[in-house]
């Protein structure tokens, strides 16, 4: 057995108003340079809808993550390494700039400049962030927001195409009938990262510390191995240095014990940062399940109880300081995940163990209990609701239990569980001890559960421990040994000339060719 800390996120997406403020506050620390104006390391996305970029959990089309051999060995979707060779300048398998959105400004200077006396008032068109060129607004990074575009084209979201037709046929988009949830998305910084084996320059890495998946700029070459491998599509190319950049899970602020911007900003206060120790030799195993259903399981068992004397007995073997060994007991990630198990990963069927969970959605569930004729103080009657509400659980089970309906519900229980339990406690003190044994939970690890999701304070949410000491003097070194950012300097690292150059095809999309002088 190998321990290792793995710095991971879980998201509750109950709380989540789809306000943007996460992506906004990551789009200006992380990707507020050339070549990055189409990149977003954090979006939020409105389900059901088919995602930015369109359609990337069509893994048939885009052959990201990783599947079983004839001989139940896991090999990635993509290929392996000569057919990734044949392609390396070739590579049939990348969303264009189509599938993302054509980034756009706007001609601000013809209001400011406007004279005065005009008959018509001046308009400010939309022009290409790239070409300069004019251009019509069709696609964004979160076009179906709030349903906007999701009646166009969500009919061929890849989840409800995977659904059971019956329960597809629940789904509406009639303004009167539909629902919505927003999805917010980063990097998911997995156990087993596609990205990583996919690259050939060996670039992407995993950080042994804590987990987090990086890019190493001075050797990325810009193959783009790793956008394909990637089944989130969450690793991007600068088409101004030719080069792979994604989410870094904020690493500098994690190092000083502080959350990531997109957490520190949350308006929803719907993240939870927190350590999480797990068996690296056990990874492999668990990713080569062969039942899709029981990945979540498996995945779970991977993890260690930071609470098992034996586990801190190999924690401490393995050179991990005392204050991560703390910050791992007192983790909000792990008590989501393993003690109060209401999280779940997205897209466990991608086979990449992913670190960054959710807590699903609960709808109205006293309203669907009242429609059904049902009486919404008995706790049987709530629970036998589950799965008549606005949003179907075989949707919910598509996107984070690899289509297995009976674990999302039994999730939702627990959620609706904890709203009656503690309604009753608020109304009149009393302890409902049947919904307690309808969901195997007693009443403080609801009432713990119910304050971790509820009122939880920031100190609760965010459970980081600052860097290893012992390499605090090499972190200083490091910082100190030059004066930029290396994404800051010109070209980027290693590029004294643009590496890529933009053009606008003759059937009106846009190309992004890398200059194989920089590309070398």
Not at 159 to 177: G, S, Y
Request: net charge negative; proline share 6%.
């Amino acid at each position: 057995m190998r321990i290792r800390a793995q710095v991971a996120m879980v998201m509750n997406l109950d709380k989540c108003i789809g306000c943007h403020t996460c992506s906004v506050t990551c789009k200006q620390t992380w990707t507020n340079r050339e070549g990055t104006e189409y990149v977003w390391f954090n979006n939020v996305e409105t389900k059901p809808g088919i995602g930015y970029p369109k359609h990337y959990e069509d893994q048939e089309r885009w052959k990201g993550g990783w599947k079983l051999d004839a001989k139940g060995r896991l090999v990635l979707l993509s290929g392996g390494r000569v057919k990734r060779l044949s392609r390396i300048f070739a590579n049939p398998d990348l969303p264009t700039l189509e599938d993302y959105y054509e980034p756009a400004t706007f001609d601000k200077d013809v209001l400011v400049d406007a004279p005065a006396g005009l008959t018509d008032t001046p308009v400010k068109r939309p022009r290409s962030a790239l070409t300069g060129e004019p251009m019509s607004l069709e696609w964004g990074a979160n076009w179906e927001d709030g349903l906007g575009g999701a009646h166009e084209r969500a009919g061929t979201d890849p989840n409800l195409t995977a659904m059971d037709p019956e329960a597809a046929a629940r789904v509406k988009f009639e303004f009167e009938k539909t629902f919505m949830f927003h999805l917010p998305r980063i990097c998911e910084h997995c156990l087993n990262p596609a990205c990583v084996s996919a690259c050939p320059s060996g670039a992407m890495y995993k950080r042994e510390e804590d987990g987090i998946v990086l890019v190493d700029q001075d050797r990325c070459r810009g193959w783009r191995m790793c956008v394909s491998a990637c089944p989130y599509k969450k690793v991007y190319v600068n088409h101004a240095t030719g080069k792979a950049e994604k989410c870094t899970f904020c690493f500098p602020r994690i190092e000083a014990g502080q959350p990531t911007i997109c957490s520190e900003t949350c308006v929803g206060r719907l993240r939870y940062l927190g350590l999480v120790f797990y068996d690296e030799d056990a990874v492999l195993a668990a990713a080569s399940v062969e039942d899709e259903r029981e990945l979540l399981a498996a995945q779970r068992d991977v993890f260690l109880d930071p609470h098992d004397p034996e586990t801190v007995r190999l924690a401490t073997e393995a050179g991990l300081p005392e204050e991560w060994i703390l910050a791992a007991q007192a983790s909000p990630v792990w008590r989501l995940i393993s003690e109060y198990r209401i999280a779940l990963p997205l897209h466990p069927e991608y086979r990449t163990l992913p670190m960054v969970w959710y807590v699903p959605p609960l709808s109205p569930v006293l309203d669907a209990v009242g429609a059904a004729g049902r009486d919404d103080t008995d706790a049987d009657d709530v629970f036998h609701t589950i799965r008549d509400l606005r949003i179907p659980v075989e949707y919910l089970a598509e996107l984070f239990t690899a289509g297995d309906a009976d674990a999302v519900a039994g999730v939702l229980m627990k959620l609706a569980a904890m709203r009656s339990y503690m309604r009753a406690r608020t109304l009149d003190g009393t302890v409902a001890e049947e919904i307690c044994d309808a969901v195997g939970m007693p009443g403080e690890r609801i009432e713990a559960m119910y304050r971790l999701l509820a009122i939880a304070k920031y100190d609760e949410r965010y459970v980081i421990p600052a860097a290893y000491t012992k390499a605090a003097a090499e972190l200083e070194a490091q910082a100190a040994s030059t004066s930029d950012c290396s994404l800051d300097c010109a070209g980027g690292p290693g590029m004294t000339e643009p590496a890529a150059l933009v053009s606008r095809r003759s059937d009106g999309r846009i190309g992004l060719s890398i200059d194989p002088a920089g590309a070398s």
